[in-house]
């Protein structure tokens, strides 16, 4: 059974510092590229960033380019996504997602509000 679990959103006020991580079984992870994407209210899904599982290398958003990072760990079978200086306008629900050629899995979610 595929299952990706998202933990570690919250509160936090603006500039502060959050690490989103993505645990990842029922497939063989090592083999996909995963992504974490985010949806604000009344706004689509947009991609945040991105690791391949090929050579680790990472594309990310413009809008966070600079203050967020995305990491694999292959031992723990865990993406995570690192938030620094974070803005009001990073407020969303924060989505992992694992994708190769036709296999395209979402995890549940999980909310991150930035406000004072």
């Known amino acids: 059974q595929v299952q990706l679990v998202e933990s570690g959103g919250g509160l936090v006020q603006p500039g502060g510092s959050l690490r989103l991580s993505c645990a990842a079984s029922?497939?063989?992870?090592?083999?996909?590229?995963m992504s974490w994407y985010r949806q604000a209210p009344g706004k689509e899904r947009e991609l945040v960033a991105t690791?391949?599982?090929?050579?680790?290398?990472?594309s990310y958003a413009d809008s966070v380019k600079g203050r967020f990072t995305i990491s694999r760990e292959s031992a723990k079978n865990t993406v995570y996504l690192q938030m620094n200086s974070l803005k009001p306008e990073d407020t969303a629900v924060y989505y992992c997602?694992?994708?190769?050629?036709?296999?395209?899995?979402w995890g549940q979610g999980t909310q991150v509000t930035v406000s004072s």
């Open positions: 997602n694992a994708k190769r050629y036709q296999n395209d899995y």
């Open positions: 690791i391949t599982n090929f050579d680790g290398s990472t």
């Open positions: 029922g497939f063989t992870y090592s083999i996909y590229t």
